[in-house]
Nanobody
C-alpha cells in the first residue's frame, strides 16, 4: 500500500507559478515511479508529467506543459514535486499525483491504468 497526499494548490494569476507537493508513505519511495495527472472541469483526467526511478529519475511531460512544468523527486523526503511556471488559464484543474510501485520493462507512463495508487487531488485555478 502507498498513501499519497498532495498539497500546494491554490489560486494564481496567469503567468504566475505554483509548486505542488505529493508526500508518499507505506513503501520504499525510492523504488516507486511517480506521475502527475490533471482533470479540468468537464474533461477526462489527463497525463501531465512522470518520473521513474530505475534510470536515475528520467522525466516525461505532456506537450502542453513541456518547458513550463518540472517534475522532481526527493527520496529523502518521500516527496515528488511539480513546479509549474508561466501558468495559463487552461492549466486550471484538479491535480493528482499517482504511484506505480512496479518495475516494468516498458513503462506506459501516460496511462492512468499504469498507476496503482492515487492522491485525493489539489485544486489549481489560474485566473486571466
Amino acid at each position: 500500500q502507498v498513501q499519497l497526499v498532495e498539497s500546494g494548490g491554490g489560486l494564481v494569476q496567469a503567468g504566475g507559478s505554483l509548486r505542488l507537493s505529493c508526500a508518499a508513505s507505506g513503501r520504499t519511495f525510492s523504488s516507486i515511479a511517480m506521475g502527475w495527472f490533471r482533470q479540468a472541469p468537464g474533461k477526462e483526467r489527463a497525463f501531465v508529467a512522470a518520473i521513474n526511478w530505475w534510470s536515475g529519475g528520467v522525466t516525461y511531460y505532456a506537450d502542453s506543459v513541456k518547458g513550463r512544468f518540472t517534475i522532481s523527486r526527493d527520496n529523502a523526503k518521500n516527496t515528488v514535486y511539480l513546479q509549474m511556471n508561466s501558468l495559463k488559464p487552461e492549466d486550471t484543474a484538479v491535480y493528482y499525483c499517482a504511484a506505480d510501485p512496479w518495475s516494468p520493462k516498458i513503462w506506459n507512463y501516460a496511462m492512468e491504468s499504469t498507476y496503482d495508487y492515487w492522491g485525493q487531488g489539489t485544486q489549481v485555478t489560474v485566473s486571466s
